[in-house]
């Protein structure tokens, strides 16, 4: 029986890191949704966009840890976003478009520590990735899911998701299923 983990992970809009990790070998499924925030509930996407609420877009990755370490999945986090801008991701800005990693247990937290710490010598400007226990995440509304797959033509999703997700396709063929 495959022993499923999950990592929570918040680079920027969650359609590009989504589409991206549900074409990662062991991966089960990557899920849209918000964790973070301060406000109770399950607060909408327009008000998570508002930045109002301390949420965070992220991704719920559940990964079969038979196939794929976490630390792997972490640094293919790394290679999939830029953790190095504050509150941002290209033209995305604001609070809910951080970069983090929500951990879910004492062992991610460490192993998030130690492979930031190891890629930094990758980046030039410092990595500012937030490192948090994981709250208040819940899944986004239905019509996030698969956002990129269902939808490759629309505006934002062929300028900016599709780039990025032939970028890292050709990054890691090897990796991808």
């Not at 609070?95 to 929500?102: L, P």
């Not at 710490?117 to 400007?125: A, G, H, L, M, R």
Request: aromatic share 12%.
């Amino acid at each position: 029986m495959a022993k499923i983990q999950q990592a929570t992970l918040g680079g920027g809009c969650f359609w590009c890191i989504e589409a991206f990790f549900n074409e990662v070998k062991g991966v089960v499924k990557a899920i849209s949704g918000y964790s973070g925030g301060t406000v109770p509930g399950t607060p909408t996407y327009k008000e998570v966009c508002s930045g109002l609420t301390g949420h965070a877009e992220v991704v719920r990755v559940e990964f079969d840890a038979e196939q794929i370490s976490y630390q792997t999945i972490l640094e293919l986090f790394y290679t999939a976003h830029n953790p190095t801008t504050l509150n941002r991701q290209g033209a995305d800005v604001g609070t809910q478009y951080r970069s983090v990693i929500f951990y879910h247990n004492k062992e991610q937290k460490q192993l998030a520590e130690q492979v930031t710490k190891n890629v930094q010598s990758y980046f030039e400007d410092p990595i500012v990735t937030e490192i948090s226990p994981l709250s208040n995440y819940f899944e986004a509304e239905a019509y996030h899911q698969g956002y990129y797959k269902q939808h490759p033509e629309e505006g934002y999703c062929s300028v900016v998701v599709g780039p990025k997700l032939s970028k890292l396709r050709k990054l890691h063929a090897n990796k991808l299923k």
